[in-house]
């Protein structure tokens, strides 16, 4: 052993090296294939905290919206056709086919995105399949959300005079 103990304590510690840029990238494995069609992606995120948010992609194929799952607070699925996710400041809508089979996922945090058919843009989809099909998504604010917003919009209006 070469140097004494303080030495080897007090030797100045080397930078860590970065890794390579691909690691920092994440992979586009959750981006929805933009012509065959896909409801859902599973997550791929191990554990038990699962996913962190999942991705809207909304029918209009303009808007695309992040949801975390810290703000989710009930699902809520009357028949196979339609979908509530009720969150903190707002209701999210889904109508379409299957979309029950979504609930044990979205319960344990593993859907990556949710995605709206487009018929524009996707594949015609096959007759008779039993996988989930998304038709619209639709989000409502609740009145909470409003009472705070005109809250904090009326209290903008007096520091303002």
């Excluded at 069609?37 to 909304?58: C, F, H, N, P, S």
């Excluded at 089979?101 to 859907?111: G, Q």
Aim: glycine residues 6%; proline residues 7%; contains cysteine.
């Amino acid at each position: 052993m070469s140097g004494s103990l303080r030495d080897r304590y007090l030797k100045p510690k080397e930078d860590p090296q970065e890794p390579p840029e691909e690691e920092l990238i994440d992979e586009d494995d959750e981006l929805p294939d933009p012509l065959t069609y896909q409801a859902y992606a599973k997550g791929t995120q191990g554990g038990r905290r699962g996913e962190m948010g999942l991705v809207l992609y909304y029918e209009d194929g303009i808007t695309i919206e992040v949801l975390y799952y810290t703000y989710l607070m009930r699902v809520i699925a009357t028949g196979q056709e339609f979908l509530a996710l009720m969150c903190t400041d707002s209701v999210y809508t889904l109508t379409g086919q299957n979309l029950h089979k979504l609930l044990p996922l979205l319960r344990e945090h593993r859907i990556r995105f949710l995605q709206a058919f487009q018929p524009q843009k996707h594949a015609p989809l096959p007759a008779n399949d039993d996988e989930p099909v998304i038709d619209s998504i639709s989000m409502l604010l609740t009145d909470a959300w409003w009472e705070q917003y005109l809250r904090r919009n009326s209290v903008r209006e007096t520091d303002e005079t």
